[in-house]
């Protein structure tokens, strides 16, 4: 059984930061990628970074340059991280966390998101 928990998620003035953080627990698959998502009122969740098995990354552009997501590879457990600097008014959204497993076949398993308001 696969299990993704976020954490990190919160209030922040424009201009600061914030850390994402989701772990991937359970047996009988491998990570393939993994990546966020978020998802703001009234618009379609959008991707915002992703990271490979090999660390080749991806980011929407909106993000480029503020945005940092990496990878921590244990035995039992995978953690991709989101270290969001920089942060405008526009990327407040619930933020998912997306993993891509391989087990008896390649499937995806998402995370409960996690609330980042940015706001003064």
């Known amino acids: 059984q696969v299990q993704l928990v976020e954490s990190g998620g919160g209030l922040v003035q424009p201009g600061g930061s914030l850390r994402l953080s989701c772990a991937v627990s359970?047996?009988?698959?491998?990570?393939?990628?993994m990546g966020w998502y978020r998802q703001a009122p009234g618009k379609q969740r959008e991707l915002v970074a992703t990271?490979?098995?090999?660390?080749?990354?991806?980011?929407v552009d909106s993000v480029k340059g503020r945005f940092t997501i990496s990878r921590d590879n244990a035995k039992n457990m995978v953690t991709v991280n989101l270290q969001m600097n920089s942060l405008k008014p526009e990327d407040t959204a619930v933020y998912y966390c997306?993993?891509?497993?391989?087990?008896?076949?390649?499937?995806?398993?998402w995370g409960q998101g996690t609330q980042v308001t940015v706001s003064s």
């Open positions: 990271i490979s098995s090999g660390g080749l990354t991806n980011y």
């Open positions: 359970g047996s009988g698959f491998s990570v393939i990628a």
């Open positions: 997306k993993a891509d497993l391989h087990g008896l076949g390649t499937f995806s398993s």
